[in-house]
């Protein structure tokens, strides 16, 4: 026998433990992304591995692996992240909670500086969000944030 039929007939005769390996990385990747795409790879190599019990070639269980994982993103994943999802709190926290509150300029706001005194009582450094500059004491509104700056825009109520 020359050595590329012993390296085959090596990779066909081992080829189980070569899923179990994929499996394993695959789950703990998916325990540290929480996002069902690497659990579906893992039951693809799931599916590889019993067809390689049921005696298929390897670039036959390849295939079906790759088949049976595609499968399961496409119908299995999406019910799972709905049902994930579910129960999430709709409610804006954090920065995203700011964008659309009110406040009142502290002082005169450029595309510079500027200094905002939002309606929930937080005191934020502020920007213009257009060239032109709002008085101190004028109502603003926040349209973004943009690290520790408040981007605001004018109110004319």
Do not use: C, Y
Not at 17 to 30: K, Q, R, S, T, Y
Not at 80 to 87: A, K, N
């Amino acid at each position: 026998m020359d050595d590329v039929s012993v390296f085959f007939e090596l990779v066909t005769e081992w080829a189980w433990i070569g899923w179990l390996v994929l499996i394993a990385v695959f789950l703990v990747i998916e325990m540290l992304t929480l996002d069902f795409t690497f659990l579906m790879l893992a039951l693809g190599s799931g599916v590889g591995l019993l067809t390689g019990v049921f005696g298929l070639p390897v670039w036959a269980q390849l295939i079906v692996a790759a088949l049976a994982a595609a499968l399961f993103i496409l119908v299995i994943r999406p019910p799972l992240l709905r049902r994930l999802h579910r129960s999430e709190d709709p409610t804006k926290s954090n920065v995203d909670a700011l964008i659309g509150l009110r406040g009142t300029a502290l002082a005169d706001i450029t595309r510079v500086s500027g200094q905002v005194k939002v309606s929930n009582g937080d005191t934020w450094t502020a920007r213009t969000e257009t060239a032109v500059p709002i008085p101190q004491g004028a109502p603003v509104a926040i349209a973004a944030i943009n690290g520790a700056t408040a981007i605001v825009r004018p109110v004319n109520d």
